[in-house]
């Protein structure tokens, strides 16, 4: 007969096996996110125009199942030059958005045989907007340059990386003596910050699992209903300990960065990161509900 005890082994076994995966995959995708935001501002804006459009194709695919029909292409294009420009000419990039939105508005108008339903621009908008507007603005802070140096952000790892970093400039700009003006540092202020703001919110997620999977007892939902009926296993005091871990990484962030202040800046930057990081789970759990999927992809 088999015992209780070797019943339970395996069941830790099975359990010591699939966090070491996620921890090696956590890992990995750490390594490749952040590879990527170091990869330089061309790479960094295809890599993310590329992704917001399957997004976007991805988002109006939900919708459309629940009977909703969008002027998806148009979205998807005024995504991709939301990106585009904030990157080639930041001076027309808060124009796309009113630009494409009227187009698609003339496009409801005169394309379609029927009249289209608040649904339908309503999506149209949120997608436009949600999965292309705010977004975009990442590209124009992966931009931001020093002032002071073209080359290398200022940051307290600058005496170590800084010489090295403009030595590789230098080389680089040999080679490529009629491209010298478009070599740029792959290592900018901007990218400096996303990395340091984006692994807040990672950790910030990490933080309110364990805190909440540990003490939580209080249900988002018994405070905010709609809240907890788009997640219903969040709970107050995870939301209190991600907003505790976000604000340690953005002080040491800051810190590095060398915010003045920065450990006035660093933890109010932090504790607003954990919240936007909220506000934008439940949204988009109020999207797959709202469709009947259980996840995106």
């Not at 997004?55 to 029909?69: A, C, K, P, S, T």
């Not at 698609?104 to 009249?115: D, E, P, Q, S, Y």
Request: glycine share 8%.
């Amino acid at each position: 007969s088999t015992s209780a005890s070797d019943v339970v082994k395996p069941n830790k076994n099975v359990k010591k096996k699939k966090s070491s995966r996620s921890i090696l995959f956590g890992a990995s995708m750490g390594a490749i996110v952040t590879a990527w935001v170091f990869s330089g501002n061309f790479l960094f804006m295809a890599l993310f125009t590329l992704m917001t459009a399957l997004g976007q194709l991805e988002y109006y695919r939900m919708v459309m199942r629940i009977g909703i029909y969008p002027a998806r292409k148009i979205s998807v294009l005024g995504a991709c030059a939301m990106f585009i420009t904030a990157m080639f000419a930041p001076q027309l990039h808060q124009i796309c958005l009113p630009f494409f939105a009227t187009y698609a508005m003339i496009w409801f108008l005169t394309m379609r045989r029927k009249v289209s339903t608040i649904p339908d621009i309503a999506s149209t908008f949120t997608g436009m907007f949600y999965l292309g507007y705010i977004p975009s603005f990442w590209v124009r802070i992966r931009c931001i340059t020093d002032t002071a140096s073209n080359t290398t952000p200022t940051t307290l790892l600058r005496p170590f990386i800084g010489p090295l970093l403009d030595k590789i400039h230098v080389h680089a700009k040999s080679i490529l003596p009629r491209f010298s003006n478009f070599v740029h540092s792959p290592i900018t202020p901007g990218s400096v910050f996303i990395f340091w703001t984006w692994l807040s919110i990672a950790f910030s997620d990490v933080g309110a699992y364990f805190v909440g999977r540990k003490f939580g007892k209080t249900k988002l939902g018994s405070i905010f209903p709609a809240a907890g009926a788009a997640s219903p296993n969040k709970t107050v005091e995870g939301y209190i300990g991600g907003s505790i871990v976000c604000a340690m990484f953005a002080s040491v962030g800051a810190w590095i960065m060398q915010w003045p202040y920065w450990y006035i800046t660093g933890p109010t930057h932090g504790i607003v990161l954990a919240f936007l990081g909220l506000v934008g789970d439940l949204t988009a759990s109020m999207l797959k509900r709202d469709s009947g999927l259980k996840d995106f992809g």
